[in-house]
């Protein structure tokens, strides 16, 4: 049973456009959503966060949507940049569940120059 | 600033073989700690997590067990590796209130 989705298993865009990657999640009660970004071979690096009782956060090029009636997230990146090519893991977590992470399967971006 | 540690990098074992991971982190103290797995084409699956020394929970049934014998030391470890245990192995480290970082984590390949 998979409580959090990422539907699409690679994007494609071109450089200086947006990149938009989504997840939709089935359980009611995560109220922390993050997304994560790995490199081949390296651990997941922390990107951005959001709260369930924000449906917007900003940091930089990355931007975090929560529509929490529809279940569903997205992280959008503009401009997207070659450096940005990697797979982004979308993680959605429920309070007093010992701050433990449930992940997407991943998607994986591609940023053509 | 806080350094989460991995070692090794790679690994291949042959299957029934035993299998030692170790964790480290420095810059904090007490931290929450984790180990994931991810395998091929996998998302990233939680096997363990530990909030204090000695202190285990495991999330998935299988053949793997943790420990932590020191606050800042989290060990994955098997007795006999199955063909089904290779994967990308990560720890990783939380920093309040939901935000975990990861290590650069341990191929391991079951020949």
């Known amino acids: 049973d998979q409580q959090v989705k990422q539907n699409s298993p690679s994007l494609s865009v071109q450089e200086g456009r947006i990149s938009i990657l989504n997840c939709d999640y089935t359980?009611?009660?995560?109220?922390?959503f993050l997304w994560y970004k790995k490199y081949p071979a390296e651990g997941p690096t922390f990107l951005i966060s959001i709260s369930s009782i924000k449906d917007k956060n900003e940091d930089g090029r990355f931007t975090v949507f929560l529509n929490k009636s529809a279940k569903h997230l997205s992280l959008h990146i503009v401009p997207s940049q070659p450096g940005d090519s990697a797979v982004y893991f979308c993680a959605a977590t429920e309070r007093g569940y010992g701050n433990k992470l449930v992940f997407g399967a991943g998607t994986i971006l591609r940023v053509k120059s | 600033s806080q350094t989460i540690h991995q070692w090794p990098a790679t690994l291949v074992q042959p299957v029934g073989s035993p299998l030692s991971l170790e964790c480290t982190v420095e810059g904090t103290s007490n931290p929450n700690l984790y180990w994931y797995r991810q395998a091929a084409g996998r998302g990233l699956q939680l096997l363990f997590y530990?909030?204090?020394?000695?202190?285990i929970s495991s999330e998935v049934p299988q053949n793997l067990s943790a420990s932590r014998p020191q606050d800042r030391q989290f060990i994955l470890s098997s007795k006999k590796l199955l063909l089904s245990d290779s994967g990308f192995y990560l720890c990783?480290?939380?920093?309040?209130?939901?935000?975990?970082?990861f290590g650069p984590g341990t191929r391991l390949t079951v020949t």
């Open positions: 359980n009611s009660m995560f109220d922390y």
């Open positions: 990783a480290w939380e920093e309040g209130p939901y935000e975990q970082y």
């Open positions: 530990s909030v204090g020394i000695g202190q």
